[in-house]
């Protein structure tokens, strides 16, 4: 169980992290899908530079957002609780915080 601060940090490192609109494209995109997508796939798919999205991606790692996997030599990535993001997006939009 985490303490109030521990909390408060963990909850901050989220929001900072969907703070972007380039890491919600991420998010989104990645929640859209059933399989884990290759880092490249992603930087393909949103005609962003393969090092821009990495390190969007290590922000969304290091906030408990994203997964990712070492497979041969790329990096594969995948939505940790990709219901709850959605849940979380979804309610901004309808009550347009």
Do not use: C
């Not at 709850?84 to 915080?97: C, D, G, R, T, Y």
């Amino acid at each position: 169980m985490l303490s109030e601060d521990e909390e408060l940090d963990w909850i901050t490192r989220y929001f900072h992290a969907l703070g972007n609109k380039t890491r919600l494209k991420i998010l989104l995109l990645l929640t859209s899908t059933e399989r884990p997508l290759h880092i490249k796939a992603v930087s393909r798919k949103l005609k962003i530079s393969y090092p821009a999205v990495y390190r969007h991606i290590k922000t969304m790692k290091n906030a408990d957002i994203l997964r990712i996997y070492e497979v041969g030599r790329s990096r594969v990535v995948t939505v940790k609780s990709p219901e709850m993001h959605s849940e979380v997006i979804n309610f901004i939009k309808k009550h347009k915080l």
